[in-house]
């Protein structure tokens, strides 16, 4: 399938969940969000959305049943965060919260800062009330995250989270190791290096479009903290992630004259060369 077609699917799978929505009067309200409210859908994205389902309602809504009229489905289920994730049959995934109307719509505006709908009235697919709408408007601004506190929390987070780094190397495991570096230090690592070139349009995915919103300097930087789980490579890989790490921290450090733990950092430092 081409990228034209099956964003044309998708576009097609949108559309054909705004019909369904209108015709189905437990459903109060239905807004999407992720990558296709921002312009950015492609042939691999997934389609997210809220179904805010009538308060009397929630209790006898079938989430499958309705999903399975846009397509059939592969697989419906419940997943870790609460949230009804599907696979339809032509492999495109979804992730819908079915959310109690009342509430569910109250808590729209405090998402700012967090969700970002630029064309909030394309990303309402329903909106019976008119209360959906004016929340979702709430969110068409995207607020970059203030830079002097942010940098400090990440600074310290860093630090933190490569200690406990050390300790688990140390400890010899190995596997444990390998994914704090990638799953937590990571995600931070990134979020600092785009406060710092004032790139943070994909913040709460910071590695999302990294090869082509990041300088290919950070680029290399970042690679190298990636390893095999390897005992080796991963120590390897540590002592590189925390260098970028003290690097991106001095600079912040510099720009915003946030506060260093610097005798702390060459302690790291060192529990990370013990075991080479």
């Given amino acids: 399938m081409s990228i034209h077609s099956a964003r044309s ?11 369904l929505a209108h015709a189905d009067t437990r459903l109060e309200g239905v807004l999407l969000y992720g990558s296709w409210t921002v312009g950015e859908a492609d042939a691999h994205s997934d389609i997210e959305a809220y179904l805010y389902i009538q308060d009397d309602r929630l209790t006898d809504f079938d989430g499958p049943a309705f999903l399975a009229q846009l397509a ?3 697989l419906a289920y419940t997943n870790m965060y609460g949230i009804l994730a599907v696979v339809f049959d032509d492999l495109m995934r979804g992730e819908f919260h079915l959310t109690p109307a009342g509430p569910g719509i109250d808590e729209v505006p405090s998402w ?5 709908l630029p064309r909030p009235d394309s990303a ?19 607020q970059p995250p203030e830079p002097v506190t942010t940098a400090q929390q990440l600074t310290d987070e860093l630090a933190n989270w490569t200690l406990m780094l050390a300790h688990v190397l140390a400890r010899g495991e190995i596997a444990r190791a390998h994914a704090l570096l990638h799953t937590v230090i990571a995600p931070q690592q990134l979020q600092l290096c ?6 943070t ?12 919103d990041l300088p290919d300097t950070d680029r290399h930087r970042y690679t190298a ?21 003290r690097d991106l921290a001095s600079e912040a450090a510099d720009r915003w004259t946030i506060r260093l733990p610097h005798e702390l950092h060459e302690h790291i430092s060192s529990r990370l060369n013990d075991h080479r």
């Fill in 9 to 19: 699917a998708l576009d097609d799978r949108i559309a054909r969940l705004r019909q």
């Fill in 72 to 74: 059939p489905l592969q």
């Fill in 112 to 116: 700012q800062g967090l969700v970002h």
């Fill in 124 to 142: 309402v697919l329903l909106d019976r009330t008119g209360r959906l709408t004016r929340a979702a408007r709430q969110l068409a601004t995207f």
């Fill in 194 to 199: 785009r406060l710092l070139r004032n790139s």
């Fill in 201 to 212: 349009a994909h913040w709460l995915t910071p590695s999302r479009a990294l090869e082509q």
């Fill in 225 to 245: 903290t990636t390893a095999a789980a390897r005992d080796q490579d991963v120590r390897t890989a540590a002592r590189n992630s925390w260098r970028w790490s």
